[in-house]
């Protein structure tokens, strides 16, 4: 049971980084025997023993998901990138495929264990305490994010209650009724809820639950987002940030509302040039590479995330000293669209959006190719009562400021696009395919 800070949380910076090369050691001298890096280091042409320090860690090459997917396209079912006995994994998870082929992911008891330590750090670090009563209206399917997370509150000593295999309604009412005081879900869920909660004269403000935590989509740090959350629930979002093949890399504590921890104690974290791949200073934007100190029977080491973040030391009232992660994830690099010689990011277009939009009112970003040239155009649900021509209109002129371009909105019928429980589809790229 997690009772405070683990020792490093506030440590100085040189007590941190003595700690990552005294575990980056540890975890290359593991991987020797692991078939897909050993493979890879000996292509290029490396000794990853001569990695002695930090600053030698850039010596090994960028790793990729395609690599992964490569890996496990050509040895089936589950790849190589496993440093133990195939009878040693007792953990099965995997992506949701929304950028390629689903991705495979398998945990030994002990990397199990560590993932679950770091979804404890997140949800101490967010509020969570052994008297907590946590509710996961999720389905438990094979994504990790949610496992993670009932892990995670398993060793903090909560309450968990699955809610898998209900509807929104009985979910609701079971969170109710067992005096939940925390929710686990992705925040288009969350709303989803609260858009349920009014059709049924269900007063979610007057419920016990008081923190939300949200995986899967960015959520507790969009503004918009965390508005409408927090007057729907009368409750505080908070962010899970987290990827299937590193593990739960940040902590949203109680003190920050616009930024994110790096969990520094089990990962190593390096911002780059997308480009060039150099690193850069704190304070610029660029691609975050992340190496995971404490999962060795299937790690990612210097894992090229294709999230862009901006990394600040500024000290923050919680105590931690770890780095600061200014609005989260800022967008993706992969994602970027190229408007008329402008560089735009779905994330950048959808906070605009979403400010302009009541709860349960849907949309979507779409790219896409015509005459040569890059497009985008919005497609929204306006919700019952509303002016589609009148809201459209609002949208194009919110997002004409925003970006100084003109950029189309189009309004669907009521339950024409997606939803979810888990991450929604808010941005369609049909560039590929033009």
Known sequence: MRSNFTPFEAA????????????????????????????????????????????????????????????????????????????????YHQTTGTTGLPLKWMDTRESWEWRG???????????????????????????????GLFEGTFQIGALAIAGGGWNTVQRLRSLIENQATVVCCTPTYALRMAEAAADNNIDLSKSSVRLLIHAGE?????????????EAWGATP???????EVGAYALHCEHQRTAIHVNETEFILEVIDPTTGEPLEDGNMGEMVLT????????????????????STAQCGCGRTFRL?????????????????????????????????????????????????????????????????????????????RFEIRIPVEAVPLNTLPRSDYKSKRFVDKRTAS
Request: hydrophobic share 35%; charged share 25%; net charge positive.
């Open 218 to 230: 960015p959520g507790g740090l969009v503004p918009s987002i965390q508005k409408k959350i927090s």
């Open 12 to 91: 100085s910076r040189g007590e941190i980084r003595a700690l990552q090369e005294q575990k980056l050691l540890g975890l290359l001298r593991k991987v020797s025997g692991n078939p897909f890096y050993r493979r890879k280091y000996e292509e290029c042409g490396i000794n990853p023993e001569r990695v002695r320090s930090l600053e030698d860690l850039r010596m090994l090459p960028f790793t990729y998901k395609r690599d992964f997917q490569k890996d496990q396209t050509e040895n089936p079912p589950f790849g190589t990138n496993l440093s133990e006995p195939l009878e040693n994994y007792v953990r």
């Open 117 to 147: 330590k770091c979804a404890a750090m997140s949800l101490w670090a967010s509020g969570v305490r052994p008297s907590d009563v946590v509710f996961f209206p999720f389905a438990f399917g094979p994504h990790v994010a949610f496992w």
């Open 238 to 244: 908070y962010d899970y940030p987290g990827l299937t």
């Open 325 to 401: 992660l200014e609005g989260g994830v800022l967008g993706r690099s992969d994602d970027m669209i190229i408007i008329r010689g402008m560089n735009l990011f779905p994330s950048d277009l959808g906070n605009v959006v979403e400010s302009c939009l009541l709860i349960g009112e849907e949309y979507q970003i779409i790219a896409y190719t015509k005459d040569g040239m890059g497009e985008v155009k919005v497609c929204v649900e306006p919700g019952k009562g509303r002016d589609p021509a009148q809201l459209c209109k609002r949208l194009e002129r919110a997002l004409r400021e």
């Open 292 to 311: 995971n100190l404490g999962r060795t029977s299937s790690p990612g080491i210097r894992f090229r995330t294709h999230d862009l973040v901006r990394v």
